[in-house]
């Protein structure tokens, strides 16, 4: 059984940053794609950056809102993805949440994900 628990989410003011940590247990991590996702009140949960499992070519995902400022990567020795976010916007505020799947590449589906965290709120005041 995997359990994924992430961390880092609190309160930030907008411009500034924060690094969310997704640590995984019970599977040979390195094999496993990783991503994370956020959902905004009212909202449907939606993808926002994707990390391929580490065989060759890393590959990577990010949403068009989040890029140039979200960086997704992993260390496969602590069993942990990250999250670095800076620039951070009012509209980042969700509860953000992570997933792994085995999953050839860096997918941004949903239904590619097989088990995910119980999330960590970020919230980015104006």
């Known amino acids: 059984q995997v359990r994924l628990v992430e961390s880092g989410g609190g309160l930030v003011h907008a411009g500034g940053s924060l690094r969310l940590s997704c640590a995984a247990s019970?599977?040979?991590?390195?094999?496993?794609?990783m991503g994370w996702f956020r959902q905004a009140p009212g909202n449907d949960r939606e993808f926002v950056a994707a990390i391929s499992r580490s065989a060759g070519n890393t590959y990577y995902y990010y949403a068009d809102p989040v890029k140039g400022r979200f960086t997704i990567s992993r260390d496969n020795a602590k069993n942990t993805v990250y999250l670095q976010m800076n620039r951070l916007k009012p509209e980042d505020t969700a509860v953000y949440y992570c997933?792994?799947?085995?999953?050839?590449?860096?997918?941004?589906?949903?239904?590619?994900?097989?088990?995910w965290g119980q999330g960590t709120q970020v919230t980015v005041s104006s």
């Open positions: 019970g599977r040979t991590f390195s094999t496993y794609a």
């Open positions: 997933a792994l799947g085995y999953v050839r590449g860096a997918s941004a589906s949903q239904r590619d994900y097989d088990y």
